[in-house]
């Protein structure tokens, strides 16, 4: 089962904290929760700017998030994200370490730039929902992967 996932976060260049995150299945079924773990004092300005207003709850343990991820998932998926590298340690770090992944899944996410960049595909479409809402952001990158996949074939 394909997933796209983003997620919202706090980091200070040694740490990166779970604000939100947000998943589309490719049967359309959505998943968003935010942490209730996180420390949004820590926030930098521009996440009190862009990010904090956008959410909107349930506000859930890091624990219980996990187990809803894996849920949602099941034992096979295939992740995919927008510029992914921070969105999958976020991920990766609900279970531990990558070491303590759910049986069954990759230990590497896709990533839609490296698809992009690859087909020659300069602009992607825009997007239509809220910026910097990982679920909205989702929604886009499963939208905007199915773009790319149609201009690959039309070449």
């Given at each position: 089962m394909k997933i796209w996932f983003d997620t919202e976060f706090i980091e200070d260049g040694k740490t990166i904290?779970?604000?939100s995150?947000?998943?589309?299945r490719e049967d359309g079924k959505t998943l968003y929760l935010e942490s209730a773990d996180c420390k949004r004092d820590m926030?930098?300005?521009?996440?009190?700017?862009?990010v904090i207003p956008h959410l909107s709850g349930p506000i859930m343990s890091r624990s219980y998030i996990a187990s809803e991820v894996k849920k949602f998932a099941g034992n096979a998926p295939e992740f995919w994200a927008y510029y992914a590298a921070?969105?999958?340690?976020?991920?990766?770090?609900?279970?531990?370490?990558m070491m303590d992944l759910p049986d069954g899944w990759p230990m590497f996410c896709r990533d839609l730039q490296q698809v992009r960049s690859e087909a020659g595909i300069v602009e992607l479409p825009l997007m239509d929902g809220q910026e910097h809402n990982a679920l909205?952001?989702?929604i886009w990158t499963k939208a905007a992967h199915e773009f790319c996949i149609l201009q690959k074939k039309a070449r």
């Open positions: 904290d779970l604000l995150i947000g998943m589309v926030a930098s300005d521009w996440v009190k700017d862009n921070y969105d999958w340690v976020v991920l990766c770090q609900l279970y531990g370490t909205a952001d989702a």
